[in-house]
């Protein structure tokens, strides 16, 4: 390779790189204010962020990638749990179960938990190309019929998938939030259970369960299963 080829590949190679360099800046910039919908970054959600480093929130809770690993990632917490369950949850978050780790209590004012929510949702419409990811080896559970879990075993799966026993109890064990599922297939059938899960306003407008538009219906047949078993 001559001299003058060297130089010539070397300063073809850099405006290149550099041509690639600026657009992809421009890129950048342009795409990321979409992305993260900054027109709806208003006064309540910097609020909200700052009740978020006022407690320590990230001492144990991940968001967008940054924080402890200790409890639950809340990037989607706002998809996931819904308004209703965020404000019930905030207020009291004590589990009465000894081997669940438990939240602290910071009993947060009113204005706090509005904007903390508040700040929640505005973190949940932000396009992270489908983070958190699922957790290694999760597969979607009772989507094709399982030769080795009778669909029982399945939809207790599925009940632990969703946390469900944030809410709810079963023997004693789970939430005080939402009723106790102990005898729930001696009160409920089938289609109500699934209607309910689906859209848990149809049968009470005021309750604070969220609806689950994420859950499969596989995950759905066999939770059903799971919850009709119980009387």
Request: proline letters at 6%; one cysteine or more.
């Amino acid at each position: 390779m001559g001299k003058k080829f060297a130089r010539n590949f070397f300063i073809l190679g850099t405006a290149i790189c550099t041509v690639v360099f600026i657009w992809l800046t421009i890129d950048t910039h342009t795409t990321i204010p979409k992305r993260t919908h900054t027109d709806q970054l208003s006064e309540e959600v910097i609020l909200g962020k700052r009740v978020w480093h006022k407690y320590n929130c990230n001492d144990c809770h991940t968001i967008l990638g940054i924080g402890g690993y200790y409890s639950p990632d809340v990037t989607k917490v706002y998809f996931m749990r819904g308004e209703a369950w965020l404000k019930a949850f905030l207020k009291d978050p004590e589990s009465p179960d000894p081997k669940r780790r438990k939240m602290v209590n910071f009993h947060l004012s009113e204005d706090e938990t509005t904007r903390l929510i508040t700040f929640f949702k505005w973190v949940d419409g932000i396009d992270t190309n489908q983070w958190p990811p699922k957790p290694i080896g999760e597969g979607k559970i009772a989507e094709v019929e399982s030769k080795s879990e009778p669909q029982v075993a399945l939809g207790k799966g599925v009940f632990e998938k969703y946390r469900c026993d944030i809410c709810h109890k079963i023997e004693g064990k789970g939430g005080m939030i939402g009723p106790e599922l102990t005898r729930e297939g001696s009160k409920r059938d089938a289609l109500w259970l699934e209607q309910h899960i689906r859209d848990p306003k149809s049968h009470d407008p005021t309750t604070v369960m969220p609806p689950f538009p994420q859950i499969t219906k596989g995950e759905l047949n066999a939770l059903v299963d799971y919850l009709i078993n119980l009387k």
